[in-house]
C-alpha cells in the first residue's frame, strides 16, 4: 500500500503515526484455488462443493478463513504496508463477518491504532486491517 | 482429535462441555511446501532464505504464521475436532509466541471454554487452541 497521496517507500519506525492510513492492491479470488486451498488445509464442503455449500450457512462457495487471512498478508507484503524490515505478526484479534466468494476482488485497509512497547530495540505497533471486496 | 480416551465419533451440541479436551494427530511441516506457500502468501526473506533468515529475528527460516493456522485448521478438520456439522469460525485472538521451523511436527491441543450464544439454531461456542511442537 502506499501511504495515501504518496508515493510507494520504505517506512521505519519515524515514518509511522497513530492513524495512518494504507491501501492495498486487490487479490482476484479464484476459485480453482480456492478449492485446492481448501482441500489441502480446510477440506470441508462448504468450500470445496457448489452443492453442497448452497445448503450450508454460507449459502454458496466460500474461501477458507484462513485463505483470505492469507491473501491478506500477501496484500500487505507485497507493497500493501511498505515496513522496511517487514511484517512480523505476533498475535492479534481476527473476525470473518462475511464470506468471501470466487471471483471476489479483495482490497485492505490498514490504520496504525497505537505504538506497543519497545523490547530490545524493536518496537511493536498495533494497527488495524479490513478486507474490502 | 478424539475426545481423550474415547473412540473418534462425530460431534454434536450436546456431546460437548466446558472444559472438554481434544488433541489432533500430527503434522510434518515440509521444509519446501513451507517455502511455496510463503512464495504464495507471506514472500518475506526470512521465510525463504536460509541466509536471510539466519540474520533475522526468527534466527532460522520460519513458516509463515498463516501457514501454521491453515495446518491447525487441517488438524482440526480432518478428524481433530469431529464436530458434526463442520467448524466455521467466527474470528477469535491469535498468538504466534514462537517460530514453526522446518521439519517440526505439529499437534493441536483445543478445549471448549463456554458456550457464547444461540443464534437462531445456531449455537456458538468458544474454544482454545494450542500448537505443540
Redo the contacts between chains.
Sequence with gaps: MDPVGEKPIALYLEDLHVGQRFTSDSYHMDENRIKA?AA???????HLDEAVAKT??FNGLSA???HT???A??LL??GGLPLGN????????????RPTRPGDTLRWKARFRKYCRRVRN?TRVSSWYEAVH
Aim: aromatic letters at 12%.
Design positions: 486451498l489441502e488445509f480446510d477440506p470441508q464442503p462448504f450450508s450457512v477458507s478463513g484462513w487471512a492469507a491473501v498478508m500477501r507484503v507485497t517487514g511484517i512480523i505478526g505476533l498475535g492479534g484479534e481476527l473476525a470473518w463477518p524493536r
